[in-house]
């Protein structure tokens, strides 16, 4: 039976110490980390998304703009409004929700934000410096499943094979690469991947950022395995639930994360880690 392992804790303890900098940074008089996040649009799941966001910096005193634009507004007036944001000295982190309307470039926009105020990790130069192991800010579910796996004590993953399915930019392709550089044996699956279920048997360390309700099965699971699970779905009766079979999993790993109260929680807490971080470099 697994241990569950909720990150929604481990975010509370970090959550805790980043309210605790920011008393003390008030107490000392000095101006407060902001971060702005930028929705355009009236998208039901984001709008969600960055409620909880605004939500949590406010929990712990941190400074925090929602700045809603409409649908239709152009492409290069959201990147002016970005270019605003980047020379605004009060601003330390800018996050822009995805995804973005249609007539707007998605890379062109994550592209104009300047990488010292990337708290998302998204723009090409924080996800190359994240390749090169540079120091930079690390988009925020690979960054909180990775310290989450420190938490349980994976952190030297030498001779470890991790097995992650789905290849997205914003979690599959990133945690391989952090998975890599902690010497774990990474193998990437996909929707073209043959015998997943295979591969992902073989994994001491199984990652599911597919996007489709309980899809992985327990005969998917080595017994013993760490099973991070992603997803955020609803499943046929509108109930909140990952892409892993809790229940049966459960039974099989060491450890396993469920949803919610998982992997959501962290990348809360890392954009939050990350906005502290931004304005930490800046004021030096
Ligand atoms: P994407 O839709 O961008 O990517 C899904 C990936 O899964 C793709 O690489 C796709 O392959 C792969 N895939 C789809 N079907 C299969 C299959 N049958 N077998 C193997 N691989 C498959 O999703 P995201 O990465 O953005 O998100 C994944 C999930 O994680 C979603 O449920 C999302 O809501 C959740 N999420 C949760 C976050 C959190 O904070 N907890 C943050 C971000 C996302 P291909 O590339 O070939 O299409």
């Known amino acids: 039976m697994a241990e ?6 481990i975010a509370k303890k970090i959550k805790a110490k980043l309210a605790a900098k920011m008393q003390a940074l008030k107490q000392e008089g000095k101006r407060l980390p902001k971060l702005c996040v930028v ?45 605003k944001l980047n020379v605004d000295d009060a601003v330390d982190g800018i996050l822009v929700q995805l995804p973005l309307p249609a007539h707007i470039d998605e890379h062109k926009v994550l592209f104009a934000i300047d990488p010292a105020k990337d708290v998302d990790g998204f723009h090409p ?27 349980i004590g994976y ?40 015998n997943v279920e295979e591969i992902a048997a ?19 699971v080595k017994e013993g395995a760490v099973v991070i699970d992603v997803g955020i779905n609803r499943d046929e009766n509108n109930k909140l639930c990952g892409d892993v079979d809790f229940e049966a999993v459960k039974e099989k790993a060491a450890y396993i994360t469920p949803v919610p109260k998982g992997v959501g929680p962290m990348t809360i807490a890392m954009l939050l880690e990350n906005t502290l971080e931004a304005y930490e470099k800046k004021e030096g």
């Not at 924080?126 to 796996?149: A, V, Y």
Request: aromatic residues 4%; contains cysteine.
């Open 4 to 9: 569950i392992v909720y990150g929604s804790e």
């Open 39 to 83: 929705l355009v649009g009236n998208h039901p799941a984001s709008l969600s998304y960055v409620t909880g966001k605004e939500k949590a910096c406010r929990e712990i005193g941190m400074e925090n703009d929602l700045i809603r634009l409409p649908q239709d507004i152009s492409e290069k007036a959201l990147l002016d409004f970005i270019q």
């Open 125 to 151: 130069i924080s996800l190359g410096k994240l390749m090169l192991q540079e120091d930079t800010f690390i988009s925020c579910t690979p960054k909180g499943i990775m310290r989450i796996l420190e938490e």
């Open 155 to 194: 952190d030297d993953l030498s001779g470890k094979k991790a097995v992650v399915v789905g290849r997205s930019n914003i979690v599959g392709k990133p945690v391989a690469q952090l998975l890599m550089n902690k010497h774990a044996t990474v193998t990437v699956c996909h929707s073209r991947t043959k």
């Open 202 to 220: 073989q994994a001491d360390i199984l990652i599911a950022a597919i996007g489709k309700p309980r899809y992985i099965h327990a005969s998917w």
